[in-house]
């Protein structure tokens, strides 16, 4: 919303909020057809869309201590370091809590030849490109009252934290595709079967990704728990949150 007018920013947070307050059934989670079309072009043109937006109509914000340290750390990129992906599975935990991230980064500005600036940028947009498109997907798919899709596909697709897909030089964006993924794929799991080691494995990416991810842990603890209650009623009736699904 920052790009917009702030009248135009009142109007539609006005129209949000008239769908949120609008009569409606009961929230209803499900994986039939929804009302919302979200064809694969769809998704497409909407995942297109925001990196197109990220990429070339950044938002002004604060250079922060991290961006100079960045630029200057990772700037020698011309030759390809196995040590940069080694570093990865180091259990040095803190020290490497954003390994996967420059990893990724430092092949890209390689592969690409690429400034370490212009590396990020492009990792930031076609990171929050994705994220659209996968909230589109989510929403579309698995909510089938449109008057309830609706305001959640508006709140999502300008929800205050897209900021970080602007092109800065940060670590974020990559960690936070990485930690939507996961998150939608053990929502996934709660509607139908989805492997366990699939679950696990994007927790692990988004995790060295960035530590902060680690937070995120209790949401693979549920995903257990509901695995094993699907196989146990004694323990479903435990569970109370899964009647919600």
Request: with cysteine; proline share 6%.
């Amino acid at each position: 919303l920052a790009l917009f007018s702030p009248w135009l920013r009142i109007a539609i947070l006005v129209i949000c909020a008239g769908l949120l307050l609008a009569p409606a059934g009961p929230l209803r989670i499900a994986p039939g057809r929804s009302t919302v079309p979200a064809s694969a072009t769809t998704l497409v043109l909407a995942g297109v869309s925001a990196m197109v937006l990220f990429r070339w109509f950044p938002i002004a914000t604060d250079m922060f201590g991290d961006h100079r340290n960045m630029l200057d750390w990772h700037k020698d990129n011309t030759r390809f370091d196995p040590a940069w992906w080694w570093s990865v599975f180091s259990p040095e935990l803190y020290a490497t809590k954003e390994a996967m991230t420059i990893a990724v980064a430092r092949s890209v500005a390689f592969l690409f030849r690429l400034s370490i600036g212009e590396a990020y940028g492009w990792i930031a947009a076609v990171s929050g490109g994705c994220v659209v498109a996968g909230w589109v997907r989510l929403v579309t798919r698995f909510i089938p009252d449109v008057r309830t899709a609706a305001p959640l596909l508006v709140c999502g697709l300008f929800a205050g934290w897209h900021l970080i897909f602007f092109g800065h030089v940060e670590n974020y964006p990559f960690a936070a595709a990485l930690a939507f993924l996961y998150l939608a794929v053990s929502f996934v799991g709660f509607l139908r079967p989805v492997p366990l080691w699939i679950v696990t494995l994007l927790f692990l990416l988004a995790f060295r990704a960035h530590s902060l991810n680690g937070l995120l842990a209790g949401g693979l603890v549920v995903t257990f728990l509901d695995a094993a209650a699907r196989r146990d009623p004694r323990l479903a009736r435990l569970l109370s949150w899964r009647v919600m699904f």
